[in-house]
């Protein structure tokens, strides 16, 4: 009894591996390239919340900036939401990430202001249901 010959790595061995490789990486491009532009065309709102009561609800789409009382400024750029200044001590509102995701929120605790996106089906686009920063 043998125990098995051992076969050398042919051509066509190589290129079946390629071509299977290959085709994988096209499939994840195409349904990541998808995934954005289904997050892109989503309607997507700020809503901005100041000492408890509505202050304002804006479109991602268009670039703005926004004044919230005499505390807050906040801007909508790129379809991406930041805390411009804000008048509070630690200033970690303006130096948070930017929202650009529903149920994304930045939240200035010194000044009661809360800037929430909004919109959209997060649960159909593939991606995650919740970010920590």
């Known amino acids: 009894m043998t125990l098995g010959k051992k076969r050398a790595v042919t051509l066509p061995d190589i290129l079946l591996v390629s071509?299977?490789?290959?085709?994988?990486?096209l499939i994840l491009a195409f349904f990541y390239l998808h995934d954005k532009d289904a997050v892109r065309q989503q309607d997507k709102r700020l809503v901005i919340t100041a000492d408890g009561e509505p202050a304002g609800s804006y479109p991602l789409d268009e670039d703005r900036i926004i004044e919230i009382g005499d505390t807050n400024v906040c801007e909508i750029?790129?379809?991406?939401?930041?805390?411009?200044?804000?008048?509070?001590?630690?200033?970690?509102?303006?130096?948070?990430?930017p929202a650009e995701r529903e149920g994304q929120v930045i939240v200035c605790l010194p000044n009661k202001v809360i800037l929430e996106i909004i919109g959209g089906d997060s649960g159909s686009d593939g991606g995650l249901d919740s970010f920590a920063y």
């Open 19 to 25: 071509a299977i490789a290959i085709s994988a990486l």
């Open 77 to 97: 750029r790129g379809g991406k939401v930041y805390m411009k200044s804000a008048e509070c001590p630690d200033q970690s509102c303006v130096h948070s990430y």
